[in-house]
């Protein structure tokens, strides 16, 4: 069985400060993570995913994230925050070895960047 | 606009009442989905279609529910004599041909209200 956790209902931090929302995945083989965005009244967008290779992952408006095996993470960074990143975040992981093609989801993250 | 589009935004309905909505996926992606995604949840996985095959059913596809891609193109979800418990946000995601682990564009969905 797949899941994915996202401990912090909400994440505040102010404006320029770097941020981290935090996700940890169970799976039963290798897995496929992703973050997406979710802003008011729009439809969920891609930020980034993991698939193999490199740990840390590069996406839109500057987010990062970094795949951690051993800990089974997969936390979304950015140096910076702007107010325009206040948003809901979810992360989502696919099981490559049940051969299912969906995401499974987290219950999401709001994040609110202070001024 | 050329993403994925779905029809109604909004949809309030009585109890036991039939409802449709629909999805246009973005023009060639050839993988369609619908999610569900209430209050303080993240988005869960009801169906998946490849072209017009329905290749994945959710158990929380109950028999109340159908959909259809009967052209490969746009898509249908019906939910037959409806419940209270059917409230939610109904989305629709597409990807295109290629590797499963392609990220998915999401519509901004159908709100439904059942009363």
């Known amino acids: 069985a797949q899941s994915v956790a996202q401990p912090e209902d909400q994440v505040n931090v102010a404006e320029g400060n770097p941020l981290t929302v935090k996700c940890t995945y169970s799976v039963s083989g290798n897995p496929y993570l992703f973050w997406y965005v979710q802003y008011p009244n729009r439809g969920l967008q891609f930020l980034l995913k993991y698939i193999t290779g490199d740990n840390l992952v590069k996406g839109s408006y500057g987010f990062e994230a970094e795949f951690n095996k051993s800990q089974t993470s997969f936390h979304l960074k950015k140096p910076s925050a702007l107010v325009s990143d206040s948003a809901l975040y979810f992360c989502?992981?696919?099981?490559?070895?049940?051969?299912?093609?969906?995401?499974?989801f987290g219950t999401g993250t709001r994040l609110t960047v202070i001024p | 606009d050329t993403g994925v589009s779905q029809d109604p935004r909004h949809k309030i309905t009585k109890r036991g009442q039939n409802v449709t909505f629909r999805c246009d996926p973005i023009?060639?992606?050839?993988?369609l989905y619908w999610y569900r995604q209430t209050l303080g949840q993240g988005p869960e996985f009801l169906t998946y279609f490849q072209n017009e095959a329905q290749l994945e059913k959710s158990r929380l596809l109950s028999d109340r529910f159908s959909a259809e891609r009967p052209k490969g193109s746009f898509s249908t979800l019906e939910i037959q004599r409806t419940e209270q418990g059917d409230s939610a946000m109904y989305l629709c995601?597409?990807?295109?041909?290629?590797?499963?682990?392609?990220?998915?564009?999401f519509g901004s969905g159908t709100q439904l209200s059942v009363l």
């Open positions: 989502a992981v696919r099981d490559t070895i049940s051969g299912a093609n969906n995401l499974f």
């Open positions: 023009s060639e992606h050839n993988r």
């Open positions: 995601a597409s990807s295109p041909r290629g590797a499963v682990n392609e990220k998915l564009f």
